[in-house]
């Protein structure tokens, strides 16, 4: 279960809190007990701050939540084209099984080796749309696009990435396959390359050698450090995408960070998670440098509120105006008065002061 503590934290641009009871002068007549002088009330300034209100939670620092990596498996006619594809989606006659798989920690980058079926490789390229269909040329859409902007990348041809799937398409795609060591068909079919957002680290394997390459193969990560933190329906409130969020380490170094998603948990997958959280956010470190090679557990702030260089008094000095609203009552001169003020944020026991008769450096009365 995910314990949640509730926080606020105040930075102070300028700070000036005063005790201003003296040491009292005490008289004494003949041989009466002594009489005190009434003491001055305790005050303290207006102070110029940055106000910040957070919620806490625990979250654990690796890469981020593995996410699975599936291949769809080639059939006849499966490439939208009518035209049929290969059984094994690589121009040949095999059974699709896998016959190797990268090792687990490892990092492929665009252009490299995923896994192998059949011996032959299903290779990683960068883009949000998958492979659901045979590109071949006269095929029109955002995945011929999306491909002919890795071929680019990859220095395979001097092409300008347009929807169109072209003769100088196919060129480009047969200098890339002649360089993988695969048949030159200027084809792509389903199953013979799986796109990602970026580089990937391999998670875990969810298949063997040997098995049918069909459905998920694998999970994976990004490659850089990444916070996750279990949620439940409460905290997912707070912590939207691109909330900001500031990672305590275990040596105590801070580092900032944004929500870069929020993911439900599937309800077989809860136990696992722990307690009664539904969600897992992922944290994207903004300078992933101070978290290379670090792994554990984290703290982590979400930023709900935070309001910057903003006049401030204690909570305990706002006092309720019979004619409704709030006041401070500020010492002048040795003489006090009760001056009405419109409050904003409040955090770490002092509340936000809207500019009005209150000025920085003004003494108000707070409880002895």
């Known amino acids: 279960m995910t314990v949640l503590k509730r926080r606020t934290v105040v930075t102070a641009v300028l700070v000036a809190t005063v005790g201003a009871a003296a040491t009292a002068a005490v008289a004494y007549r003949g041989r009466g007990a002594p009489r005190p002088q009434r003491l001055p009330p305790r005050t303290v300034q207006v102070a110029l701050m940055d106000l ?7 979250g654990e620092l690796g890469f981020g939540e593995a996410v699975p990596l599936r291949r769809i498996r080639s059939e006849p006619d499966s490439g939208g084209t009518g035209e049929p594809a290969e059984p094994d989606g690589q121009g040949g006659e095999g059974q699709q099984l896998i016959t190797w798989l990268p090792p687990v920690g490892s990092t492929v980058a665009r252009g490299g080796p995923l896994f192998r079926v059949d011996d032959q490789p299903v290779t990683l390229l960068f883009g949000q749309l998958p492979t659901y269909r045979r590109l071949t040329v006269g095929v029109k859409g955002g995945d011929v696009k999306q491909l002919e902007e890795n071929l680019r990348a990859m220095h395979f041809g001097d092409l300008t990435p347009d929807e169109s799937f072209t003769t100088r398409t196919a060129t480009a795609l047969k200098r890339w396959q002649r360089a993988l060591g695969v048949d030159d068909t200027g084809v792509i079919d389903p199953g013979q390359v799986v796109f990602a957002p970026a580089a990937i680290r391999i998670a875990t394997h969810t298949v063997r050698v040997g098995d049918l390459a069909d459905g998920e193969i694998l999970r994976y990560t990004g490659t850089a450090g990444a916070v996750t933190v279990p ?14 969020v500031v990672v305590t380490l275990r040596g105590g170094e801070t580092v900032d960070g944004t929500v870069e998603r929020v993911n439900a948990i599937p309800p077989d997958k809860a136990a696992e998670a722990g307690g009664d959280s539904t969600a897992v956010a992922t944290v994207k470190i903004a300078n992933p440098a101070k978290t290379k090679g670090q792994q554990g557990p984290v703290t982590v702030r979400f930023i709900v509120k935070e309001r910057g260089n903003v006049l401030t008094v204690p ?3 706002l006092v309720a ?24 944020l409040f955090a770490n026991g002092r509340v936000e002061i ?3 008769e209150l000025t920085v450096g003004a003494f108000v009365v707070v409880p002895t």
Do not use: S
């Open 231 to 244: 949620l439940t329906a409460r905290q997912q409130g707070f912590a939207e995408v691109g909330t900001r």
């Open 321 to 344: 105006l019979a004619e409704g609203g709030y006041g401070v009552q500020v010492l002048e001169a040795g003489n006090t008065r009760f001056v009405a003020v419109e409050t904003g």
């Open 52 to 58: 910040v209100d957070f919620e806490e939670a625990d």
């Open 354 to 356: 809207k500019p009005g």
């Open 315 to 317: 909570v305990v000095a």
